[in-house]
């Protein structure tokens, strides 16, 4: 090997360990305990579910809503997330409207989904009266 080629190899290496020692890694996560709740019509599901990931400390709760006819979430709640193991329920108050109750105190996003469903997080464990 001449020394160009040489040089051009080392550089090569270089900048493949430059580069695959910044890449983030992978986040390998997996969801479990997976429960579906139907709305009164049925056309959605709020599944509640637990994610565990090899980066995060602790486990958590998530909520997403999705049509009917899909299979349970892969990916993180898309309507809640709460950090650690917490009680979560949630109640259909109509076909476009979903409440996700769960502890008070705790860490947690609540957003609409890209549907029209509308949803809220009250605090505290339980539904609150109708």
Do not use: K, Y
Not at 17 to 22: D, N, P, R
Not at 75 to 98: C, K, M, T, Y
Not at 107 to 119: A, G, L, N, Q, Y
């Amino acid at each position: 090997m001449d020394r160009r080629t040489g040089l051009a190899s080392m550089f090569a290496g270089l900048v493949a360990m430059a580069t695959l020692g910044c890449a983030e890694p992978p986040r390998a996560c997996s969801n479990g305990s997976a429960v579906p709740v139907a709305s009164a019509d049925g056309a959605l599901n709020a599944w509640i579910f637990v994610r565990s990931c090899e980066t995060e400390p602790r486990d958590s709760v998530h909520v997403s809503v999705l049509p009917e006819a899909d299979p349970a979430p892969s990916g993180p709640g898309n309507a809640f997330q709460v950090e650690g193991i917490h009680s979560v329920s949630v109640d259909w108050r109509s076909e476009g409207e979903l409440w996700i109750h769960h502890a008070a105190g705790a860490i947690f996003t609540c957003e609409s989904p890209d549907t029209e469903v509308v949803v809220r997080c009250p605090s505290g464990v339980g539904a609150p009266p109708r």
